[in-house]
Structures are given as structure tokens and as C-alpha cells.
């Protein structure tokens, strides 16, 4: 256990549905990124907050998927009409990163795998 | 970021010292070499990273070549539980205020009995 939770662990819905997941970071730690993950490859970077800012999104984070952060703290991430090729393992990762040049070490949750019929 | 290449797939004994190789022939000198594993239907796991140095966890040692261009991720005494995808990741932290993580397809490491 990271200390990273995310919720729900799995969720199955249908096409054209809306889905929102959630992610609590460790508790001190200011990044929070998301990360898509389909099988057999590895995960693919969504988008990044630095505390309640969204500093960067992919290009794989179409007009359908939003991301907040409202407080800093928790983050939700939520797809609108939803498609089957959202179909994938949803992965949140958090990081502290003390000064500019230091690694940062990002630890991830247990992801929340969706399923889209 | 620079990219890396891993073997697609290796065996390794239990009890035995698994080696697994990464090539990052293009890191600049500001990059971080990370290692992290994924158990099937996990969330990644961090194991270790370094910059220059060879650094070593309870979990395993970070061999990097002097001229960097590569390095070797040792798992001591490889078990069962070490079976997993196992990723090699550089990544730059200049002065860049944010940083994803470039994941590859990694090395499937499979620990036989």
C-alpha cells in the first residue's frame, strides 16, 4: 500500500454514460498526475496538478475527460459519454517534489479499471 | 526525456539473481534513470532510482555505467513475488516545473520455480 487510494477499483457502464473516479493522493505530497493504461502496454500520462493548478495535459485527454483538484487535495476525473475504447485501467500517481533538480518520486494507487459495454 | 529500450521478456530462477538491462544511449546529464514494477492488475511500484551513482534498496541495486548510456537493475534474490513487468524510465528534471513519466512496454520478468 502506497498510501495512494483511488475509488471505485472497478466500474463497468455503458456506452454514452458519464464516469468519474476518484483519487486521494498522500496526504503531504502537491503533484498528482493521471495516467490511462490499456492492455499490454504501459500507462500513457493524461494530465498533472501541481496542488489545485493543471499545469499540463496529454493530447490523449480529449474534450470528453475533465480533471479536478479543487483543494489540493483529492482529485476527480471524470468522462462524459463514455466510448468502448475508454475501456483501460485509470492510474493515479502522487509526488513531493522539495526544490527544482531533485528527484521526484512518483507513487501510484491500485488504478481503477474501467469497463465500457 | 530520453527513451529507453528493455528486453521484451526474461526468465529468471528463483533464488537467483535476476539482471534486467536498460539502454538510455541519449540521456543528458540532468536525467534520473527510474525503475519501477508492475504486478499483474497493479498499480506500478516504485523500486529505485539514481543519477550517477550506483545505489542500492532493500529492494534492489541501480548499476549505471560511467558513461550512463545504460544500466542494470539487480534483484538480489529473485522469488516468485518478483514476477512482474518491470519498467525503466529516464526522465529529466531541469527546471521544469512538472514531469510525467514516459512508460515503454517494459520487460516481462517471470521467476520460475
Known amino acids: 500500500d502506497t498510501g495512494v487510494s483511488q475509488d471505485p477499483r472497478h466500474k463497468i457502464t455503458k456506452r454514452g454514460q458519464n464516469v468519474t473516479f476518484r483519487c486521494d493522493p498522500i496526504?503531504?505530497?502537491?503533484?498528482l498526475y493521471w495516467y490511462r493504461q490499456t492492455l499490454g502496454q504501459g500507462p500513457e500520462f493524461l494530465t498533472y496538478?501541481?496542488?489545485?493548478?493543471?499545469?499540463?495535459k496529454s493530447r490523449l485527454l480529449s474534450d470528453r475527460f475533465s480533471a479536478e483538484r479543487p483543494k489540493g487535495s483529492f482529485s476527480t476525473l471524470e468522462i462524459q459519454r463514455t466510448e468502448q475504447g475508454d475501456s483501460a485501467m485509470y492510474l493515479c500517481?502522487?509526488?513531493?517534489?522539495?526544490?527544482?533538480?531533485?528527484?521526484?518520486?512518483?507513487?501510484f494507487g491500485p488504478g481503477t479499471r474501467l469497463t465500457v459495454l | 526525456d530520453a527513451k529507453t529500450t528493455q528486453p521484451t521478456s526474461m526468465d529468471c530462477a528463483e533464488g537467483r539473481a535476476a539482471n534486467l538491462p536498460c539502454n538510455h544511449s541519449?540521456?543528458?546529464?540532468?536525467?534520473?534513470v527510474y525503475w519501477y514494477r508492475q504486478i499483474h492488475s497493479q498499480g506500478p511500484q516504485y523500486i529505485i532510482h539514481g543519477l550517477k551513482n550506483n545505489e542500492t534498496n532493500e529492494m534492489a541495486s541501480l548499476i549505471i555505467t560511467e558513461d550512463r548510456k545504460s544500466s542494470t537493475l539487480i534483484l538480489p534474490h529473485a522469488t516468485l513475488r518478483d514476477t512482474a513487468v518491470y519498467y525503466c524510465i529516464v526522465r529529466s528534471l531541469g527546471t521544469d516545473s512538472w514531469g510525467k513519466f514516459q512508460f515503454g512496454a517494459g520487460t516481462q520478468v517471470v521467476v520460475t520455480p
Open positions: 500517481a502522487s509526488s513531493s517534489r522539495a526544490t527544482s533538480g531533485s528527484a521526484d518520486t512518483q507513487y
Open positions: 496526504s503531504e505530497h502537491n503533484r
Open positions: 496538478f501541481q496542488n489545485e493548478a493543471q499545469l499540463e
Open positions: 541519449t540521456i543528458s546529464g540532468n536525467e534520473y
